[in-house]
């Protein structure tokens, strides 16, 4: 995590303002507000055309916005070619010079520059150890593993110590013990730079195993940006509590308040949760999600709670045993806790969850609510 406690103390190294990229009738990139800050590890996720590449590669310069603005550290950069900009792009096809040698692929952006030989051969070593390729000088790409490849694109990315670092679905084409390997590895080697990262992914996994924040891109709108933790424990829209990791989602409608107790009614049952921020009221809409680890059932009624269901099948997955529970309606409930507490298949049992677990979401999507609130603002 990045050792700084709030934002107002983060220095600002890429500022995305307003952007919009529209490719015809195809609007790419919706009104997109970003902030970067110097020194993090941020990822872009979301599922294929969300409008993450196009992002990057308007960072990069490969792109010009169609509006709005792009600033990495408070200068406008939209007018610089891409080799006149502070940031180096790494791809997932590697882009290596297959003619060259792994020094003067590395060394390339230095010779470009002009730098001493005697400094670029020292640099040149220095960040070889760095990703763990000392010795490799004279190898050729083809002598390489894919591993290997990737190492070499992101020791000549950063030996020209852009101020930011664009990968863009580096890891893609490796198989997944190697890509599981080379993510902490690049993680490892981000914080040691303290260089910062702006990763493009659709691999939900790696977004949470590597990142500082994630920003959840869909349909060329930013849903949301969170740290990990917030990003799976307190979705705000149901399309990312539905991308990140499995869930179990009630959709239904609020028939009673009392305090911050809310009593929703779903189609194949009702339940009462606790609305802590107090953001529901009577007759709105909601949506309900509990990830299946939180999931609990009984063979008895619980108070509070009117699901009941039968088990359709577990899976067992080593340590873990899944469990689908099948509503009246005809919706899964996947249920997930330690093996060794099977249930009988087609027996009938009642679900319900813990104080807590459950998030609440608004049934309409957030630029909807976003639209309200600017409303709401004036």
């Not at 010009?64 to 502070?86: A, C, L, M, W, Y």
């Not at 917030?230 to 308040?257: C, D, R």
């Amino acid at each position: 995590m990045i050792s700084v406690s709030t934002e107002a103390e983060k220095k600002v190294i890429v500022e995305i303002k307003g952007v919009n990229k529209i490719y015809g009738s195809n609007h790419v990139v919706k009104d997109l507000d970003l902030t970067v800050y110097e020194g993090e590890f941020l990822t872009l996720l979301g599922s294929s055309g969300c409008g993450k590449t196009t992002t990057l590669r308007m960072v990069a310069g490969f792109e010009e916005p169609t509006s709005g603005s792009i600033r990495v550290e408070g200068e406008d950069i939209q007018n610089k070619e891409p080799f006149e900009r502070d940031v180096n792009t790494v791809f997932q096809s590697y882009a290596l010079f297959p003619h060259m040698t792994v020094y003067d692929n590395v060394a390339y952006g230095l010779k470009m520059k002009k730098v001493k030989k005697a400094e670029i051969k020292e640099r040149v070593i220095h960040m070889l150890d760095l990703v763990q390729l000392g010795g490799f000088e004279k190898r050729y790409p083809s002598q390489l593993s894919g591993g290997q490849k990737q190492r070499v694109a992101i020791a000549r990315a950063l030996i020209n110590r852009p101020k930011v670092l664009l990968l863009d679905e580096p890891l893609g084409a490796l198989d997944l013990k190697l890509r599981k390997q080379m993510q902490l590895e690049l993680k490892r080697l981000q914080r040691k730079l303290n260089i910062t990262f702006i990763y493009v992914t659709h691999d939900q996994e790696e977004a949470l195993t590597m990142s500082d924040r994630i920003c959840i891109m869909n349909d060329g709108v930013l849903q949301q940006v969170g740290t990990p933790y917030e990003i799976y424990e307190t979705p705000k829209t149901k399309f990312v509590a539905t991308f990140i990791g499995e869930t179990n989602l009630f959709e239904g409608s609020v028939i009673k308040k009392s305090g911050r107790k809310l009593h929703i009614a779903v189609e194949p049952g009702d339940f009462a949760v606790e609305d802590e921020n107090e953001n529901f009221n009577q007759g709105d809409m909601i949506a309900v999600s509990v990830r299946p680890e939180r999931m609990l059932y009984s063979d008895t009624p619980v108070d509070g709670f009117n699901l009941i269901g039968t088990v359709k099948e577990q899976v067992y997955v080593g340590s873990v045993l899944k469990t689908i529970v099948i509503l009246s309606n005809g919706n899964e409930i996947k249920i997930e806790r330690l093996a060794g507490q099977e249930l009988p298949t087609g027996g009938q049992v009642y679900l319900y969850w813990g104080n807590g677990d459950a998030k609440l979401i608004h049934t309409f999507d957030n630029v909807f609510a976003q639209a309200v609130e600017n409303i709401v603002m004036q």
